[in-house]
């Protein structure tokens, strides 16, 4: 059966029966299970790789559909991680897929890159990036960042000597100066090709060959592609002097609002008194209140809420952040 499932690549010159066996034995962790990252997910476990982690912190949404691969209407409200492994592990059995539900801070960072082959950049945030880029210069692993926004991308592969992401952005953006899918939308074909470009890089650094050098940016739109050369920087913070300040940072952002939804999310400084199943009696008073897939969804009349295992809140129907952090006083405490 093997021989079979992976015949149209092991027949190519630029993988063949060795870089096949070098992908079985890989292990790929991809950051966020977004529209990039259900298209890479998808080219990873379908070509055999091994071993997949994802980890994403949000639920289906209607408005995901347009270009996330791997979900149904019938998901919606459900944890996009644990339907990408159920999806993924019925498209390859021979794969051992890990869907985490999770918030990725400086807190989980390592431990979730820790052992992998590659790590493929899915996020929607450049906050995310950097603590990529700090975890993954600090352990040596190479990882792949991938951006796709309106109808423009960007890969690059990321080598722990550098030049890494740091390299060609110094500092983190200010809020609200880099456009995001909320405030200027996205083709739906542009994170497929950006995923293409990204996984091809991947499937290089899992073999042992050498990846594109450089920053690829691409309009999908007009048809244009660019290679633009990228230096190390000498006095670049992380890959030449190792000063890992993102990993450091101790503060959580307590609220914010999530690209491409009409929602907020709250992360609150301490985790919940009770369990889930606690919470849920209590809620049950006020509305429609049930735990699924190890998330509560609750229907109040201001809102519809996911609350995680750890407190972590998401509070669909508002970007307005103060009526958001109301709802959350008011249903789960401060
Ligand atoms: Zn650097």
């Keep these: 059966m093997k021989e079979n499932r992976y015949s149209r690549q092991t027949l190519l010159p630029e993988i063949g029966p060795g870089g096949q066996k070098k992908l079985e034995k890989s292990r790929a962790v991809v950051i966020g299970c977004g529209a990039l990252g259900t298209n890479a997910l998808s080219f990873l476990v379908r070509a055999g790789v091994g071993q997949v982690l994802v980890a994403d912190r949000d639920i289906v949404d209607l408005s995901n559909l347009q270009r996330q691969t791997l979900f149904s209407e019938r998901d919606i409200g459900r944890p996009k991680a644990k339907v990408a492994q159920e999806i993924l592990q019925e498209i390859n059995s021979d794969v051992e897929v890990d869907g985490q539900v999770v918030d990725i801070s400086h807190a989980n960072v390592e431990k979730l890159v820790k052992g992998a082959t590659v790590v493929l950049d899915a996020t929607d ?84 060959k050498e990846p594109m050098m450089g920053l690829m940016v691409l309009d999908i739109w007009l048809g244009e592609f660019q290679k633009i050369n990228v230096k190390k920087n000498p006095a670049c913070q992380t890959c030449a002097k190792r000063d890992f300040k993102y990993l450091e940072a101790r503060e959580r952002k307590f609220a914010a609002s999530l690209c491409g939804r009409n929602a907020v999310q709250i992360v609150p400084a301490r985790e919940l008194r009770g369990g889930l199943s606690d919470l849920r009696k209590q809620l049950a008073k006020l509305g429609d209140a049930k735990v699924v897939d190890g998330v509560l969804r609750f229907k109040s009349k201001e809102a519809d809420l996911t609350v995680f295992a750890d407190g972590r809140t998401i509070i669909a129907g508002t970007t307005n952040i103060a009526k958001a952090k109301t709802v959350f006083s008011k249903y789960i405490g401060d």
Excluded at 156 to 161: L, T
Excluded at 170 to 177: D, V
């Design 125 to 208: 945030n450049m906050d995310t990036r950097f603590l990529v880029n700090d975890a993954c210069v600090k352990h040596a692993i190479p990882w792949v960042y991938a951006g796709a926004v309106g109808v423009t991308g960007m890969v690059m592969p990321v080598f722990p000597k550098g030049p890494c992401l740091r390299c060609v952005f110094p500092a983190l953006p200010q809020p609200g100066q880099l456009p995001t899918c909320d405030t200027v939308g996205i083709v739906n074909t542009l994170p497929a090709a950006v995923a293409s470009l990204e996984v091809t890089e991947a499937f290089k650094i899992m073999q042992g």
